[in-house]
Protein backbone atom coordinates (compact mmCIF):
# COMPACT_ATOMS: atom_id res chain seq x y z
CA UNK A 1 0.00 0.00 0.00
CA UNK A 2 1.39 3.77 -0.62
CA UNK A 3 2.44 5.72 2.13
CA UNK A 4 1.04 8.75 1.30
CA UNK A 5 -2.64 8.95 -0.59
CA UNK A 6 -4.87 11.33 -1.77
CA UNK A 7 -8.85 11.22 -1.99
CA UNK A 8 -9.63 12.32 -5.10
CA UNK A 9 -7.29 11.76 -7.93
CA UNK A 10 -9.80 13.49 -10.34
CA UNK A 11 -12.08 15.95 -9.63
CA UNK A 12 -14.46 18.44 -11.49
CA UNK A 13 -16.32 20.95 -9.88
CA UNK A 14 -18.11 24.14 -10.79
CA UNK A 15 -17.14 28.01 -9.68
CA UNK A 16 -18.47 28.50 -6.68
CA UNK A 17 -18.57 25.11 -4.76
CA UNK A 18 -16.78 23.91 -1.75
CA UNK A 19 -14.01 21.05 -2.40
CA UNK A 20 -12.18 19.38 0.34
CA UNK A 21 -8.72 16.95 -0.81
CA UNK A 22 -8.13 14.43 1.65
CA UNK A 23 -4.51 13.15 2.27
CA UNK A 24 -3.32 10.09 4.85
CA UNK A 25 0.01 9.03 5.29
CA UNK A 26 1.23 5.95 7.27
CA UNK A 27 5.24 6.85 7.56
CA UNK A 28 4.17 8.64 11.12
CA UNK A 29 5.47 11.68 9.88
CA UNK A 30 4.69 14.62 12.19
CA UNK A 31 5.09 16.79 9.09
CA UNK A 32 2.67 17.21 6.55
CA UNK A 33 2.36 19.62 3.21
CA UNK A 34 -0.14 20.80 0.27
CA UNK A 35 1.49 22.24 -2.92
CA UNK A 36 -0.15 22.76 -6.02
CA UNK A 37 1.53 22.47 -9.52
CA UNK A 38 0.98 24.67 -12.42
CA UNK A 39 2.59 24.00 -16.31
CA UNK A 40 5.97 26.52 -16.11
CA UNK A 41 5.25 27.37 -12.08
CA UNK A 42 6.56 24.48 -10.38
CA UNK A 43 5.54 23.28 -6.93
CA UNK A 44 4.39 25.72 -4.67
CA UNK A 45 3.02 25.78 -1.09
CA UNK A 46 0.09 25.97 -0.19
CA UNK A 47 0.03 24.92 3.82
CA UNK A 48 1.50 22.73 5.60
CA UNK A 49 1.57 21.31 9.01
CA UNK A 50 4.40 20.22 11.66
CA UNK A 51 2.04 18.74 14.05
CA UNK A 52 -1.75 18.32 14.99
CA UNK A 53 -2.01 22.19 16.31
CA UNK A 54 0.76 23.70 14.51
CA UNK A 55 -0.90 24.57 11.12
CA UNK A 56 1.10 27.82 8.96
CA UNK A 57 0.28 28.97 5.72
CA UNK A 58 2.42 29.22 3.21
CA UNK A 59 3.46 31.44 -0.48
CA UNK A 60 -0.30 31.29 -2.00
CA UNK A 61 -2.51 30.15 1.44
CA UNK A 62 -5.61 32.72 -0.15
CA UNK A 63 -8.43 31.33 -0.99
CA UNK A 64 -7.73 27.86 1.11
CA UNK A 65 -8.06 26.37 4.00
CA UNK A 66 -6.61 23.13 5.96
CA UNK A 67 -7.64 20.99 9.13
CA UNK A 68 -5.34 18.48 10.49
CA UNK A 69 -7.45 16.13 12.00
CA UNK A 70 -4.94 13.83 13.49
CA UNK A 71 -1.46 13.10 12.53
CA UNK A 72 -1.89 10.65 9.68
CA UNK A 73 -4.35 13.07 8.05
CA UNK A 74 -4.37 16.47 6.17
CA UNK A 75 -7.26 18.18 4.50
CA UNK A 76 -7.03 21.01 2.00
CA UNK A 77 -10.29 22.65 0.99
CA UNK A 78 -11.27 25.14 -1.49
CA UNK A 79 -14.23 27.17 0.12
CA UNK A 80 -15.65 28.86 -2.75
CA UNK A 81 -13.77 27.16 -5.87
CA UNK A 82 -12.97 29.24 -8.65
CA UNK A 83 -11.16 28.56 -12.16
CA UNK A 84 -8.00 29.50 -11.27
CA UNK A 85 -7.80 26.82 -8.90
CA UNK A 86 -7.35 24.33 -11.16
CA UNK A 87 -4.11 22.12 -10.63
CA UNK A 88 -2.87 19.62 -9.59
CA UNK A 89 -2.45 19.16 -5.87
CA UNK A 90 0.15 17.38 -4.16
CA UNK A 91 0.34 16.56 -0.30
CA UNK A 92 3.93 15.30 1.28
CA UNK A 93 5.20 14.34 4.41
CA UNK A 94 8.86 14.33 6.11
CA UNK A 95 10.04 13.47 9.46
CA UNK A 96 12.11 16.56 9.68
CA UNK A 97 12.89 19.46 8.63
CA UNK A 98 11.66 20.53 4.63
CA UNK A 99 15.14 22.28 4.03
CA UNK A 100 16.94 19.21 4.75
CA UNK A 101 15.19 16.26 4.69
CA UNK A 102 13.46 14.05 2.36
CA UNK A 103 9.72 14.89 1.18
CA UNK A 104 7.22 11.85 0.52
CA UNK A 105 4.87 12.83 -1.54
CA UNK A 106 0.70 11.37 -2.64
CA UNK A 107 0.08 10.94 -6.16
CA UNK A 108 -2.05 13.72 -6.68
CA UNK A 109 -5.38 15.19 -6.98
CA UNK A 110 -6.33 16.79 -10.40
CA UNK A 111 -9.01 19.62 -9.52
CA UNK A 112 -10.60 21.25 -12.38
CA UNK A 113 -12.65 24.08 -11.52
CA UNK A 114 -15.34 24.55 -14.20
CA UNK B 1 15.39 34.54 -0.27
CA UNK B 2 16.36 31.77 -2.26
CA UNK B 3 15.59 30.78 -5.58
CA UNK B 4 16.07 28.31 -8.28
CA UNK B 5 16.48 28.37 -12.26
CA UNK B 6 15.67 25.37 -14.54
CA UNK B 7 16.37 27.06 -17.92
CA UNK B 8 15.08 23.96 -19.92
CA UNK B 9 11.47 23.64 -20.06
CA UNK B 10 11.14 20.64 -22.22
CA UNK B 11 14.24 18.19 -23.26
CA UNK B 12 14.47 15.65 -25.86
CA UNK B 13 16.53 12.72 -26.23
CA UNK B 14 16.96 9.44 -27.59
CA UNK B 15 17.08 6.29 -26.01
CA UNK B 16 20.80 5.31 -25.12
CA UNK B 17 22.35 9.21 -24.99
CA UNK B 18 23.41 11.03 -22.15
CA UNK B 19 21.40 13.41 -20.56
CA UNK B 20 22.17 16.68 -18.47
CA UNK B 21 19.75 18.61 -16.80
CA UNK B 22 20.53 22.18 -15.41
CA UNK B 23 20.02 23.53 -12.19
CA UNK B 24 21.30 27.22 -11.38
CA UNK B 25 20.54 28.59 -7.60
CA UNK B 26 20.96 31.40 -5.83
CA UNK B 27 21.99 31.17 -1.87
CA UNK B 28 24.17 32.90 -0.08
CA UNK B 29 25.33 30.36 1.97
CA UNK B 30 25.94 26.25 1.39
CA UNK B 31 22.57 25.36 -0.24
CA UNK B 32 20.94 21.95 0.91
CA UNK B 33 20.02 20.66 -2.79
CA UNK B 34 17.62 17.95 -4.04
CA UNK B 35 16.44 16.85 -7.35
CA UNK B 36 13.03 14.89 -7.44
CA UNK B 37 11.24 13.09 -10.46
CA UNK B 38 7.78 13.03 -11.02
CA UNK B 39 6.52 10.47 -13.33
CA UNK B 40 3.38 10.46 -15.43
CA UNK B 41 0.38 10.18 -12.98
CA UNK B 42 2.60 9.89 -10.12
CA UNK B 43 3.52 12.13 -7.17
CA UNK B 44 7.45 13.14 -6.96
CA UNK B 45 10.22 10.75 -5.58
CA UNK B 46 13.81 12.00 -4.17
CA UNK B 47 16.39 11.18 -7.07
CA UNK B 48 19.25 12.62 -4.46
CA UNK B 49 20.13 15.15 -2.68
CA UNK B 50 23.63 17.26 -1.77
CA UNK B 51 24.13 18.77 1.56
CA UNK B 52 27.93 18.87 1.97
CA UNK B 53 31.16 16.41 1.42
CA UNK B 54 31.51 15.18 -1.87
CA UNK B 55 30.16 17.22 -4.63
CA UNK B 56 29.24 14.22 -7.05
CA UNK B 57 26.31 12.80 -5.78
CA UNK B 58 24.91 9.27 -6.65
CA UNK B 59 21.20 8.66 -7.07
CA UNK B 60 18.44 6.11 -7.83
CA UNK B 61 17.91 5.03 -11.24
CA UNK B 62 21.30 5.40 -12.37
CA UNK B 63 21.24 9.50 -11.66
CA UNK B 64 24.26 11.74 -10.58
CA UNK B 65 24.79 15.04 -9.61
CA UNK B 66 27.16 17.66 -9.29
CA UNK B 67 27.34 20.69 -7.28
CA UNK B 68 29.82 23.39 -8.67
CA UNK B 69 29.71 26.77 -6.24
CA UNK B 70 31.62 28.38 -8.54
CA UNK B 71 28.69 28.19 -10.77
CA UNK B 72 26.22 28.11 -8.54
CA UNK B 73 24.78 25.16 -10.47
CA UNK B 74 24.05 21.50 -9.37
CA UNK B 75 23.19 19.68 -12.65
CA UNK B 76 21.62 16.36 -13.27
CA UNK B 77 23.30 13.92 -15.36
CA UNK B 78 22.77 10.10 -16.74
CA UNK B 79 25.37 8.60 -18.73
CA UNK B 80 22.45 6.45 -21.00
CA UNK B 81 18.59 7.28 -20.62
CA UNK B 82 15.72 4.62 -20.48
CA UNK B 83 12.74 5.05 -22.34
CA UNK B 84 11.59 4.92 -18.56
CA UNK B 85 13.46 7.96 -17.91
CA UNK B 86 10.80 9.95 -19.42
CA UNK B 87 9.20 12.43 -17.11
CA UNK B 88 9.37 15.80 -15.05
CA UNK B 89 12.54 16.67 -13.31
CA UNK B 90 12.50 19.46 -10.37
CA UNK B 91 14.99 20.62 -8.83
CA UNK B 92 14.76 22.00 -5.08
CA UNK B 93 16.85 23.73 -3.01
CA UNK B 94 16.32 23.86 1.14
CA UNK B 95 15.62 27.09 2.83
CA UNK B 96 16.84 26.97 6.47
CA UNK B 97 16.09 30.36 7.71
CA UNK B 98 12.21 29.91 6.89
CA UNK B 99 12.44 25.37 6.96
CA UNK B 100 10.96 25.29 3.18
CA UNK B 101 11.67 23.83 0.15
CA UNK B 102 11.99 25.61 -2.95
CA UNK B 103 11.50 24.47 -6.18
CA UNK B 104 12.36 25.37 -9.62
CA UNK B 105 10.30 25.13 -12.58
CA UNK B 106 10.48 21.56 -14.09
CA UNK B 107 12.34 20.05 -16.94
CA UNK B 108 10.05 17.67 -18.74
CA UNK B 109 12.09 14.89 -20.46
CA UNK B 110 11.05 13.35 -23.37
CA UNK B 111 12.85 9.83 -25.07
CA UNK B 112 12.78 8.63 -28.28
CA UNK B 113 13.26 5.31 -29.01
Known amino acids: DADVTQTPRNRITKTGKRIMLECSQT?????MYWYRQDPGLGLRLIYY???????NKGEISDGYSVSRQAQAKFSLSLESAIPNQTALYFC?????????????FGPGTRLTVL | AQSVTQPDIHITVSEGASLELRCNYS??????LFWYVQSPGQGLQLLLK??????LVQGIKGFEAEFKRSQSSFNLRKPSVHWSDAAEYFC???????????FGTGTRLQVFP
Open chain 2, 50 to 55: YFSGDT
Open chain 2, 92 to 102: AVGEINTDKLI
Open chain 2, 27 to 32: YGATPY
Open chain 1, 27 to 31: KGHDR
Open chain 1, 49 to 55: SFDVKDI
Open chain 1, 92 to 104: ATEAGTAATDTQY
